[in-house]
């Protein structure tokens, strides 16, 4: 046997002895599980098979509720660092990756964000977003890199977003992110996972074994959303980007929402159409200061430095107008 067969040959019995290995970890996962009982799936017709996936999904809200504590305990620790300056960073691969992406995406028109304040970082980079790219959620490397290139601070958050709970990029972001002594959040599908064990506030939604089984792009990946969409939607109500449930922190970047910010004002304040737009057109079409040009008798440049000195919340900003009339 030559040397270079020799090498070969022990690179050959490396690999199956990883793949056995990895394999055994899987067949531990709760999302991983083979169901037995849904092995003839593909022989039902359709409208049973609609109504099992449903079923399924049914489950999720129960699943995420049951951990709405340390949901809250993680808002809370995410929007004081916020109010301080700091960013939101999801990180993650495939699925998990795709749901920060989207998340992220979503604040700066429903919030009126700055694109670098909640970020979505996916391995593999955006081209993973529409093609899976080889290798990239198994390396923690990856992880530290992305994240350099952010200057993560102190007052930033990192939710490392993983169903198995094994990601390496997932738990690579999380360790990466406590070395900056940044907060960290890791949110798995798995009980007594490593990326909850890395993290300082770990959120483990079991959703037990999927329909299709390992396709954790199904009730895990809804898992995720609802999640996201608490931490994100909650955090920003901290922040003060809504007035009650208003959001007049949105940007009106076209018609549909231009019509919108009119209702919203409307809403708020229940000023005549005429009010509104002048109040709209005073404050260069920002919901919120027009809120505070109605309702604080207040012109525009003056609602805007209320606010300014109220953090952006309108309520505070309502209160020292009012302070300032009388």
Known sequence: MTARTDRTDRTDRTDRTGFRALRDQLETLTTEAFRPELAGIDQLPTLDIVRLMNGEDATVPAAVAARLPEIAAAIDAIAERMARGGRLVYAGAGTAGRMGVLDASECPPTFNTDPSQVVGLIAGGPAAMVKAVEGAEDSRELA????????????????????????????????????????????????????????????????????????????????????????????????????????VDMRSSNEKLRARARRIVALATGAPDEEIEAALTATGGEVKNAVLVVLGGVDGPAAAGLLTASGGHLRAALTLAQTQAR
């Open 144 to 247: 530290a890199e992305d994240l350099t290139a952010l200057a993560l601070t102190a007052d930033d958050t990192v939710i490392g977003i993983s169903a198995s709970g094994r990601t390496p990029y997932a738990i690579g972001a999380v360790e990466f992110a406590r070395t900056r002594g940044a907060l960290t959040v890791g949110l798995s599908c798995n009980a007594g996972s490593a990326l909850a064990a890395a993290a300082e506030h770990g959120v483990e939604v079991v959703v037990g074994p999927e329909l299709l089984t390992g396709s954790t792009r199904l009730k895990a990946g809804t898992a995720q959303k609802l999640v996201l969409n608490l931490i994100s939607t909650v955090t920003m109500i901290r922040l003060g980007k809504t007035y009650g449930n208003l959001m």
